[in-house]
């Protein structure tokens, strides 16, 4: 029995990822290419200002989650290795974790998901799933890939009833990746290994990088799982009830930059900065009942020399969801967090004395 994770580097050096040449692989990739219909705007309905009370929070990561009553916000503070609740209103409720190996702490938190008054913790490091009430009591923890050989490649799990979507890269398809399933399923109830779905982009062979993450979400309403490569926009979608890939989308916004050299491992730092700044990343793929959000970003070089979230320029790319439809991309004043019901959450100030949240609906005309 094989466990693996990825490489430390991916938490220390993110950046990496941003630095991989893009081509394209000819009559091997074949995309649906999406019809441009309206103009996209974004209008702010709401401000959520966290209120933490007594407690302090460190840097949160730049993601958060909101549950599917909307009433729920999580965010998770790698530093201390909690998982920080809030309510609509931005109240804390709780917060859940910290360091360690003990039933109710992490090591290294990976994904996280709140829904239905439980969250759900993968820890990467421990190899472990762990079900907590909203009040902070274990319910239960199973291990991961006792019978598999497989890395953990990615942050993005998602729960769907008592469903757990985890992203992972088959280890003996490590050097031919495009040929992996890219996500596996547990029946949370009682731990047990379901499946493998989904498939690598196989643009991912194309690219220069060693470094191969999606970012993922699940459309349980319209049965479909939804990706997209970090190192390119394009998203597939696939079929939840014959797992079958049900399309390819080709959009790439007119703001994506794409990266013209590539980095190798062991680089020296500044090398790196030169060849990533002013590149484009996605970071985050979302649904709602009737469309799909791709959230990219681009890196300055304030980001380069600060590392200040907010030193990037930030974009939502808005189509349809079949993809035949791109209603175009529309520039954000943060980090898409996450969608909920067609509205955007974006973190517009990370700073702990006041993290604001800014909600936006879509404005397609």
């Known amino acids: ?86 309510d609509r209103q931005g109240k804390l409720i709780n917060y859940i974790g910290g360091f360690g190996s003990g039933p109710e702490e992490f090591r290294k938190i990976s994904g996280y998901f709140v829904d239905q008054g439980r969250l759900i913790v993968v820890d990467e490091s421990q190899f472990l799933a762990k079900v907590f009430n909203i009040d902070g009591t274990l319910i239960r923890s199973f291990p991961l890939f006792d019978n598999q050989s497989i890395y953990i490649s990615s942050r993005d799990i998602h729960v769907e009833g008592d469903i757990l979507y985890i992203q992972i890269l088959e280890a003996d398809k490590a050097q031919d990746e495009k040929n992996s399933k890219l996500v596996a399923r547990y029946r949370l109830s009682t731990g047990e290994f379901l499946d493998l779905v989904g498939k690598y982009d196989p643009f991912v062979n194309e690219s220069n990088h060693y470094l191969s993450m999606h970012n993922f979400d699940v459309d349980n309403q319209n049965r479909m799982l939804v990706t997209s490569l970090v190192l390119n926009p394009r998203v597939q979608v696939f079929d ?65 020399k ?31 967090g996450d969608v909920h019901n067609g509205q955007l959450y974006v973190i517009e100030n990370f700073n702990p004395d006041n993290f604001t949240i800014g909600i936006y609906e879509t404005d397609i005309e």
């Not at 966290?50 to 790698?78: N, P, T």
């Open 1 to 86: 029995m094989s466990k693996y994770t990825l490489p430390g580097i991916l938490a220390t050096c993110f950046f990496l990822i941003l630095a991989c040449s893009a081509q394209d692989g000819g009559g091997e990739l074949t995309y649906i290419e999406s019809e441009t219909n309206g103009s996209l705007k974004l209008k702010k309905v709401d401000t959520i200002t966290l209120d933490a009370g007594d407690h302090l929070f460190g840097k949160f990561r730049e993601g958060l989650r909101v549950d599917s009553s909307g009433e729920i916000l999580s965010f998770a503070d790698d530093g201390n290795q909690r998982i920080y609740l809030f």
């Open 240 to 304: 939840l009830e014959t797992l079958e890939l049900a399309q390819n989308i080709e959009f790439i916004p007119q703001q994506w930059n794409e990266r013209k050299k590539a980095v190798e491992p062991g680089m020296p730092r500044q090398e790196i900065m030169e060849r990533t700044t002013g590149t484009s990343y996605s970071t985050g793929v979302f649904t709602s009942e009737s469309n799909i959000y791709m959230h990219f970003q681009t890196l300055t070089d304030a980001w380069m």
């Open 306 to 336: 600060s590392s200040d979230y907010l030193s990037k320029k930030n974009y939502v790319a808005v189509y349809n969801n079949t993809g035949d439809i791109n209603y175009g991309t529309a520039e954000l004043n943060g980090s898409l």
